[in-house]
């Protein structure tokens, strides 16, 4: 029977569908058995079923999008953990199983390999801007490699980190690039990147530097997004944009952080996203595929 092809990630966003990705990798992995200490990135050769699990929970969910385990996966956080030389191999097995899970649920499903920051310093001289840029071309191709649709680069709070690694998808891949920062609320009630850049500050930059897609990740709760992603929107129009909220924001409860959000309260934020601009919608820290599955029934409530 002939198929038909996949539609690329950007054609789908521009025929003005609102699309649902997945939730946290790092609480599922501790809920499988990930210990304190222990390399998350590294259960992608260790554990491969495991990891294929979380993919394919998240599209059983409802998910259009699903994440691949490779968040901390750059040489330069690997070293911590003497797995520098395995980058290659951790990061194109993460998008493998990602990408098996995407091809098994059939449909028009897309991987989002996930690269997270390296956890070092320019400003402090910890890293020249060469090793950082060589460690994410590394990282990049990798995930390319392994089946990934776009790389979504997250988490990130200075620009000129980001800016290396989008610059290394856009050179050495033909994925989609995807760039997220983390902001947090100042004193002052405007949101701010630990490394003090704005929202429109961040899209802006990045937008410059050939970004398909922006957005936000981590946190924050779907509430505050709502006023990050508007602050994006208002220098970046037409371009989609993507939001992973956290589940609320964290408590400490018995020692553990505990995220209160729960699946309809998250997704009755979704009209208000959608308004400020939102074009992909998922989750961060404390999400399930229960949160997912709610945002999807939101999502489809929308459309009707």
């Known amino acids: 029977m002939k198929t038909t092809p996949k539609r690329t990630l950007l054609e789908a966003l521009r025929s003005g569908r609102i699309l649902v990705s997945d939730g946290a990798w790092g609480t599922f992995l501790k809920a ?3 210990q304190v200490g222990e390399n998350p990135d590294r259960w992608s050769l260790d554990h491969p079923r495991e990891v294929k699990a979380i993919a394919e929970a998240y599209f059983a969910a409802g ?33 493998r199983l990602s990408a098996e899970a995407a091809a098994e649920a059939g449909g028009e499903k897309w991987v989002i390999a996930s690269v997270g920051p390296t956890g070092k310093l320019l400003l402090m001289g910890d890293v020249t801007e060469a090793e950082m840029a060589a460690s994410f071309r590394e990282q990049v ?32 891949t033909a994925c989609t690039a995807i760039v997220t920062f983390t902001f947090s609320r100042t004193v002052q009630g405007d949101y701010r990147t630990m490394m003090g850049v704005s929202p429109e500050e961040a899209a802006a930059a990045m937008l410059a530097d ?3 897609i922006v957005g936000t990740n981590c946190g924050n709760g779907s509430e505050r997004m709502v006023e990050i992603v508007r602050a994006m ?14 589940a609320g924001l964290p408590a400490q409860v018995d020692g553990q952080d505990v995220f209160p959000e729960t699946p309809a309260e998250m997704a009755a934020q979704v009209p208000r996203l959608v308004d400020a601009g939102a074009s992909i919608i998922g989750g961060c820290c404390g999400t399930t595929p229960d949160h997912i599955r709610a945002l999807r029934a939101a999502v489809q409530a929308l459309s009707r």
């Open 32 to 34: 499988k058995g990930l």
């Open 63 to 95: 998910a259009d999008l699903v994440e691949t385990n490779s968040f901390g996966a750059n040489s330069l956080q690997l070293a911590h953990f003497g797995l520098s030389g395995q980058a290659v191999a951790i990061n194109e097995a993460a998008a």
């Open 141 to 172: 191709v990798a995930l390319a490699r392994g089946g990934a649709d776009a790389i979504c680069i997250e988490t990130m709070s200075d620009i000129q980190e980001a800016r290396l690694a989008l610059r290394a998808v856009k050179a050495h």
């Open 210 to 212: 050939g970004a398909d």
């Open 233 to 246: 929107r208002s220098v970046a129009a037409g371009v989609p944009l993507l939001v992973h909220a956290n």
